[in-house]
């Protein structure tokens, strides 16, 4: 089935521990997103790539980082956790016509 | 600061009445909208979009309104199924300069049976 795989569903990360959230996609969009889902914030932009070998920083970057090695990959780092990074995090990507992202399932990540 | 708002955290509406879902935007620039739909543990799902040329697009139960002098959407769900159930997001975004989308914090629709 199409679509975007993120692993792991779900992790408990002790503080200051380094941590790759995978996202790996097969429809072959250009364009990729990291989001984090936050009570009362919304889906909130963290990186982007809008083609294989370059990314850019969304809305709030600070703590991660993200690279695009190629088409179908997009992994996103913690270097050094932190709690306030707590959150559910979705993996994105959207065609060139940009209408309509698809979604992965996300990670539900506890910083403790 | 949060360019696309949703006031409303959630609604409860009877099983066959009308859902009315409403997102407000900061950005004037914004030129693409869309309505997302979350069920638990699972990602966001495209619902529906409008251009900003357009005021009203309808697909099936769901029609989205646009009114961008007041620079206000909203999603009507006709009738409402308890499979609507879920928390829905809106969207913006500029796409003459790239396909970001903003979204809002979310609306989460109660059906009652």
């Known amino acids: 089935i199409a679509g975007i795989t993120q692993a792991p569903t779900s992790q408990i990360l002790a503080a200051g521990r380094r941590m790759t959230l995978r996202c790996t996609q097969d429809?072959?969009?250009?364009?990729m997103y990291w989001y984090r889902q936050d009570l009362g914030l919304g889906l909130r932009l963290i990186h982007y790539?809008?083609?294989?070998?370059?990314?850019g920083k969304g809305e709030v970057p600070d703590g991660y980082s993200v690279s695009r090695a190629n088409t179908d990959d997009f992994p996103l780092t913690l270097a050094s956790a932190v709690p306030s990074q707590t959150s559910v995090y979705f993996c994105?990507?959207?065609?060139?016509?940009?209408?309509?992202?698809?979604f992965g399932s996300g990670t539900r990540l506890t910083v403790v | 600061d949060q360019q696309v708002k949703q006031n409303s955290p959630s609604l409860s509406v009877q099983e066959g009445r009308i859902s009315i879902l409403n997102c407000d935007y900061t950005?004037?620039?914004?030129?693409?909208f869309l309505w997302y739909k979350k069920y638990p543990a699972e990602g966001p799902t495209f619902l529906i979009s409008i251009s900003s040329i357009k005021d009203k697009n309808e697909d099936g139960r769901f029609t989205v309104f646009l009114n961008k002098s007041a620079k206000h959407l909203s999603l009507h769900i006709v009738p409402s199924q308890p499979g609507d159930s879920a928390v829905y997001f809106c969207a913006a975004s500029l796409q003459l300069s790239d396909y970001k989308l903003s979204f809002g914090a979310g609306t989460t629709v109660t059906v009652r049976a």
């Open positions: 950005n004037s620039m914004f030129d693409y």
């Open positions: 790539s809008n083609t294989a070998g370059t990314t």
């Open positions: 994105a990507s959207s065609d060139e016509t940009g209408i309509g992202y698809t």
């Open positions: 429809m072959r969009h250009n364009a």
